[in-house]
């Protein structure tokens, strides 16, 4: 596995422009596969609509409504439309437990993944969506959701074969199937993809969350746990971390500087169990997007990442990814991104 970070050291739009490289790469005969929350990128549509026109499998699976409802609707024109993907396209919108009942927090198709078959087989997982546009129709758009493109974001790079053919199948699989009523009783969903080195799960599932099962499966006095949190709402998943820092868990969380995202309450919440906590983003007003956790044992390590939030729609609604892995050389790059965050938030809190 691989890592790539975004971020205000990295070029503007570094994550953007390896997917167009990618893109570009793919030649005739081969296949793309996308499934993601916010696409804007009209470049990166116009580079995924050449790759169908010399003859590429395109397929694209993208969230019909938002957080900004109407953020995704330049390229689901560009990519719909009569000179678009045609069947490989999909704008997808996914239906609560009890279609028809408005619960004030829809579930939302929150996954990230790329898949392409050349130069060689790989996904890429991660926080990172397309969000950003050049030029820039609608600022108001990144005032709410923040600039992605020189946020705190990454992407993993997987190419164990079995797994790339598992997740390419999932995503179209997604492109097909009729999303109403719960996915909790999806196959899919409820499968543990199980690589070298690697687990992947998707959510909603009829069992329990697995990081939280995994981490609870594990001997807590010999654990630390390092979470970069961008999404922390409400108090049942504050106390799911406190419940970890009450077993013997030894918990560090820097989180995105908004209080849309990370609770003012839930901060609170987060302090009083002795987690230590941080915050990052103000200083430049820049999304910290990552979300990943690092599980320091004594003999081993993994890093867990993927599309999900420590939010109630997330866990319970959102269809969404997650990788647990044991990766050593991924442990490591995503250690190095753990303390240039820590770094960065030191910064911000020690005042001048």
Request: aromatic residues 10%; positive net charge.
């Amino acid at each position: 596995m691989r890592a790539f970070f975004g971020g205000p050291r990295a070029t503007p739009g570094y994550l953007r422009d390896l997917l167009a490289k990618r893109i570009r790469a793919v030649p005739t005969g081969g296949s793309i596969t996308w499934v993601t929350y916010y696409f804007r990128d009209r470049r990166l549509a116009e580079d995924l609509l050449a790759a169908h026109r010399r003859g590429v499998r395109v397929t694209v699976i993208i969230e019909n409504k938002p957080r900004t409802p109407y953020a995704n609707d330049p390229v689901k024109k560009m990519l719909g439309g009569a000179r678009g993907l045609g069947a490989g396209f999909r704008s997808l919108s996914i239906s609560g437990p009890a279609p028809g009942l408005r619960l004030g927090w829809e579930p939302h198709l929150h996954e990230k993944l790329y898949c392409f078959s050349h130069p060689r087989p790989v996904a890429l997982v991660g926080s990172y969506n397309p969000s950003g546009d050049q030029p820039e129709k609608f600022p108001e758009i990144i005032r709410e959701i923040g600039d992605q493109e020189r946020g705190y974001n990454h992407l993993v790079e997987i190419s164990e074969p079995r797994l790339v053919a598992h997740l390419v199948f999932h995503a179209r699989n997604l492109q097909q199937i009729k999303m109403s009523g719960s996915r909790i009783f999806s196959l899919y969903n409820n499968l543990k993809l199980q690589g070298e080195n690697a687990e992947i799960f998707f959510l909603p599932s009829l069992l329990p969350h697995p990081v939280l099962r995994f981490l609870h499966s594990l001997k807590a006095e010999s654990l630390r746990l390092k979470l970069a949190v961008s999404h922390l709402k409400g108090p049942t998943m504050a106390r799911k971390l406190a419940k970890l820092a009450g077993k013997g868990f030894r918990i560090e969380i820097i989180a995105d500087s908004t209080l849309r995202r990370v609770p003012a309450a839930a901060e609170k919440v987060i302090k009083a169990s002795g987690i230590f906590f941080r915050r990052l983003g103000a200083e430049n007003r820049l999304p910290m997007h990552d979300k990943f956790i690092l599980v320091e044992g004594r003999k081993k390590q993994w890093v867990i990442f993927g599309s999900f939030n420590w939010t109630s729609r997330s866990w319970w609604l959102n269809q969404e990814i997650c990788v647990i892995s044991a990766d050593a050389g991924l442990y490591k790059a995503f250690t190095q991104r753990w303390e240039e965050l820590a770094a960065a938030a030191q910064g911000l809190n020690s005042g001048p």
